[in-house]
Nanobody
Framework: QVQLVESGGGLVQAGDSVRLSCEVSGQTSRVYAIAWFRQSPGKEREFVADINWLAGSTFYSESFQGRFTISRDHLKNIAYLQMNSLKLEDTAVYYC??????????????????WGQGTQVTVSS
């Protein structure tokens, strides 16, 4: 099993930057990639970005390319999501999740087998 714990969320102002962390524990050798998703009230969970755990190659939703950056320190078993120029519409619960090799389209929630509990980011004006 793999356990994920997100942190770094909170109340911020529009235009601010926030870095979220995702600590990974357990059978980390089974982790092929980690992604960040987000979910706003009344909306479906939305793919943000994915990173290959060992190689570090990344893939972003076009909606966040250039403003959000995913990274990882696989020696410390932590993944990050740097979010800049935050907007009111970025208010959401942000989740990290792990993906096994060959598990399916990486932009879909079904490709990810383990999820954290989420961390709330609230952007105010």
């Amino acid at each position: 099993q793999v356990q994920l714990v997100e942190s770094g969320g909170g109340l911020v102002q529009a235009g601010d930057s926030v870095r979220l962390s995702c600590e990974v524990s357990g059978q980390t050798s089974r982790v092929y990639a980690i992604a960040w998703f987000r979910q706003s009230p009344g909306k479906e969970r939305e793919f943000v970005a994915d990173i290959n755990w060992l190689a570090g190659s990344t893939f972003y939703s076009e909606s966040f390319q250039g403003r959000f950056t995913i990274s990882r320190d696989h020696l410390k078993n932590i993944a990050y999501l740097q979010m800049n120029s935050l907007k009111l519409e970025d208010t959401a619960v942000y989740y990290c999740a792990t993906r096994a090799y060959g598990s399916g389209p990486l932009t879909t929630t079904r490709a990810y087998g383990h999820w954290g509990q989420g961390t709330q980011v609230t952007v105010s004006s």
